[in-house]
């Protein structure tokens, strides 16, 4: 690829109702993004779940799901966001499956890519990610390179949507690397600036001719191929 291309992803985890005023900013800029959610963790209706310091966090409905993250990628992210290193295989097998056919059950199309709750990861609950039938999953740490990853399990971040040196991260995939990645939680969106900050990063992004928006499964599917052998 050329050295001024870029190709963006941002992840958002969680599946809270700020998620709303999120997709309908993403549409509006034509931008993709990753949605890693928790399909336990949801009634149907939407339901409290926490303070983020004096903002209330509530989550989506699952009758709500299908309309707000119509056309976005959807990930796993555990059944209940539990610590995955901590659970007994029996638990992690359950949180990791159960999980993704609920969400492909829900939303009607293959979910691929997984999301480590609180970035916990160790060999036994890769194996359990991967023999669930997913392509690949998402850590919390941050890489200079981030594509392609050494392990597609372990598929790294450039930094946090509200990173200071975002630009800076930007720049540097931009020149050297070619793909950048993004991710974080809308409920963090505690003010208007924040929002106009992250609307501002949007409309940069896509208003920049070198950059194209990406999903990550596909990234890594199209890295996975085999490459042909032509016979003379």
């Not at 829900?106 to 023999?131: D, E, I, L, M, T």
Request: charged share 25%; hydrophobic share 40%.
């Amino acid at each position: 690829m050329n050295g001024d291309h870029i190709r963006v992803i941002q992840s958002w985890d969680d599946g809270v109702v700020d998620d709303i005023r999120l997709t309908e900013l993403l549409r509006h800029y034509q931008a993709t993004a990753t949605f890693n959610l928790n399909p336990g963790l949801h009634q149907r209706q939407r339901s409290f779940s926490w303070c983020y310091g004096d903002k209330e966090v509530w989550r989506l409905g699952v009758d709500e799901w299908v309309e707000v993250y119509a056309g976005f990628e959807i990930a796993n992210h555990s059944l209940n966001h539990p610590y995955l290193p901590d659970l007994s295989l029996t638990d992690l097998e359950r949180e990791v499956r159960d999980s993704r056919h609920m969400l492909q059950d829900w939303f009607q199309q293959p979910v691929r890519g997984f999301c480590y709750p609180f970035g916990g990861v160790n060999p036994a609950v890769k194996v359990a990610v991967r023999s669930a039938g997913h392509v690949y999953a998402r850590t919390v740490n941050e890489h200079e390179s981030v594509f392609p990853p050494a392990d597609p399990f372990e598929f790294g971040v450039s930094c946090r949507f509200a990173d200071s040196a975002f630009w800076n991260h930007y720049e540097r995939a931009k020149t050297d690397k070619g793909v950048f990645c993004f991710w974080g939680h809308s409920y963090e969106l505690t003010s208007e600036a924040m929002w106009a900050d992250l609307e501002d990063k949007i409309a940069r992004i896509t208003a920049d001719r070198a950059a194209e928006w990406v999903n990550i499964e596909p990234l890594i599917e199209s890295d996975q191929k085999p490459v042909e052998v032509l016979k003379s």
